[in-house]
């Protein structure tokens, strides 16, 4: 069948199942959205107000659905838009494939019009990246670019095609996409095997699960080996909605901002079964002291990060589901109640609780995040910006759903989470869905409200407006001597003023009673709902352990004047 290029893109994306696309038209990429026209009864396209936005919504699309998120964007300035977006999903190993148009062939390296190179640019931040050369290729290289992002340790995949390929006719031939098997079996048996009877001589054992369990969907089996193993269980950042956070096995995260329940266990423990986390810096914190009396079992699919971080004393190369699969084969019901007791006695002794800073009645953080949950029964799609109000939805949100959580975690992206919330939401239009936010991060992305408005997406924007850079200012108080040299924003802005200029719901929160009422009223309304939290700018992040100091040794209070 003879298609031209731009068809052929859709008809390559239609195999793969792709049935929405976030993106923002311009020039190079003309002729693929006048495909997308006619496609319209097929695909779904959602444009954002800015290219970066719409790179975060596919990416936010991707953790929640377990689908390969899509984006499109024009050249030049619209592919530069969104490389930030590329690099938040390559750091947290998300699925995502991103289409940029270019110039046509013949003016490629002569600094065209609205010209870049972006395979030269996004090289370092993604799996592999093409220009297409040859219209004849095209379809090969998309279905390339989707088996590459999802093979092996996930991530982005950029595809950037000249505008006279987007309308060259090519011989299109429908194909059933190949399938991937992530299991690694050669040589992982073994390897398994040894895991097994490591844990089976374990008297006070400990897991620690990172994002990879979620991209695997291996979180039934994960729960199941938690069960069997009775051990205490701490989730990375990226891992938070891995296991249901009520169990009683839970104890929080580890590292930075974790919990000193979590830290003890690290402390005590005689081996650690590690699922899917790459060990970065913010859960090591010194890696010199780190887990240093006790033995280390890594179960990863990515053998780079073995061993790259922090030694261990155990691998298992493998795709976490199949690994935990195997090794609830093999393991019996453990039991250790004298570990277990000693455990939920250190949960119990250092139970987190916010204090006020100057009155009984101000709005605290954990207060808010604690009602959205009771009122969600822990069952929304929560996505965060990165800040204070990442750390603490991560410690006050129970997470009892797998893709549940979706947050900036490697590269710490300021501006994420609207974005994603927008995807997460078009990808799960049943769930309740909330972006929490600070005033920092809300000013980086506002320009989404328009987003909201315009495609009807109800999702709640919840924003704590302490009018500071939260962490950053955490940060001065603590090791600069209390310099807040530009943390201070104090822009101005009247949130509510904003919202109804946006033409989305506006409410807001100012003192504790407030809380449960206006919550109930952003979650009910069916419309998309901004919340404005008024908080303490005062009110710190804790725990949290000092840059280089080892992770048993967090700070629990800090004293404010």
Same mark, same amino acid.
């Not at 299991?183 to 992982?188: L, R």
């Not at 994002?211 to 938070?240: H, I, N, T, W, Y």
């Not at 090791?479 to 201070?488: A, L, P």
């Given at each position: ?28 990429? =003309? ?64 699925? =995502?494939?991103?289409? %940029? ?24 931040? %993604? ?34 095609i000249p505008k006279d390929i987007t309308g060259a006719m090519i011989e299109y031939e429908k194909k059933t996409p190949r399938p991937i098997v992530n299991h690694n079996p050669d040589g992982v048996k073994a390897e398994i095997e040894r895991a097994a009877e490591l844990i ?294 009247? =949130? ?33 709902? =901004? ?31």
């Amino acid at each position: 069948m003879l298609l031209n290029g731009s068809e052929v893109i859709l008809e390559c994306l239609l195999e793969q199942g792709v049935d929405t696309i976030f993106g923002y038209p311009g020039g190079a990429v =003309l002729n693929i959205y006048d495909a997308l026209y006619k496609y319209s009864d097929k695909i779904t396209h959602i444009i954002t107000a800015h290219e970066q936005a719409a790179c975060h919504a596919a990416d936010g699309y991707s953790r929640t659905t377990g689908r390969t998120g899509v984006v499109l964007a024009t050249s030049g300035p619209g592919a530069t838009n969104l490389v930030t977006g590329i690099a938040t999903a390559f750091m947290d190993s998300i699925p =995502l494939v991103a289409i %940029t148009g270019n110039v046509t062939r013949d003016l490629l390296g002569l600094d065209s019009f609205q010209e870049v190179d972006i395979c030269g640019i996004t090289m370092p931040v %993604t799996k592999h990246n093409y220009i297409v050369k040859d219209p004849a290729r095209l379809p090969e290289i998309i279905r390339e670019a989707f088996y590459i992002a999802n093979e092996g340790r996930k991530g982005p995949v950029l595809i950037d095609i000249p505008k006279d390929i987007t309308g060259a006719m090519i011989e299109y031939e429908k194909k059933t996409p190949r399938p991937i098997v992530n299991h690694n079996p050669d040589g992982v048996k073994a390897e398994i095997e040894r895991a097994a009877e490591l844990i089976k001589a374990s008297e006070r054992p400990f897991i620690y699960a990172g994002g990879g369990v979620v991209s695997c969907d291996a979180c039934a089996e994960m729960a199941e080996f938690v069960r069997k193993c009775d051990a205490p269980v701490s989730l990375s950042l990226m891992g938070q909605c891995a296991i249901d956070n009520t169990i009683e096995n839970y104890i929080g995260m580890l590292g930075m901002h974790g919990t000193k329940t979590a830290a003890l266990t690290l402390s005590e423990c005689d081996l650690m079964i590690v699922l899917g986390s790459r060990f970065s810096d913010r859960v090591l914190c010194n890696p010199k002291t780190f887990a240093k009396n006790t033995k280390i079992i890594h179960i990863e699919i990515d053998p780079a990060e073995i061993g790259k971080n922090i030694g261990v004393y155990h691998k298992v190369t493998g795709d976490v589901k199949y690994v935990l699969a195997e090794l609830n084969k093999l393991l019996p019901d453990m039991s250790h109640p004298q570990w277990m007791s000693q455990v939920m006695q250190w949960k119990k002794d250092y139970a987190l609780r916010m204090v006020p800073v100057e009155r009984e009645d101000e709005v605290l953080p954990q207060d808010v995040i604690e009602e959205l949950d009771r009122l969600t029964e822990g069952s929304a799609i929560v996505t965060t910006e990165v800040g204070q109000h990442q750390m603490w939805a991560a410690q006050y949100y129970n997470f009892r759903c797998p893709r549940s959580f979706a947050s900036s975690g490697g590269l710490g992206t300021m501006g994420y989470g609207f974005g994603a919330a927008m995807g997460a939401k078009v990808g799960n239009p049943d769930r309740t869905v909330v972006n929490i936010a600070g005033d920092g991060s809300f000013f980086m992305n506002c320009n989404e409200l328009s987003s909201l408005a315009k495609h009807k997406i109800p999702m709640v924007e919840l924003v704590f407006e302490n009018d500071v850079l939260g962490m950053v200012r955490q940060w001065q108080r603590l090791f600069y001597g209390k310099r807040f040299s530009q943390t201070n924003i104090e822009r101005g802005t009247d =949130l509510m003023k904003l919202a109804e200029a946006f033409g989305v719901e506006g409410v807001r929160i100012t003192k504790k009673s407030e809380i449960r009422p206006m919550l109930e009223k952003a979650l009910s309304c069916g419309k998309p709902c =901004l919340v404005d939290v008024i908080i303490n700018k005062d009110i710190n992040v804790l725990p949290m352990v000092p840059a280089g100091a080892d992770v048993s040794e967090p700070i629990m209070e800090l004293e404010i004047d």
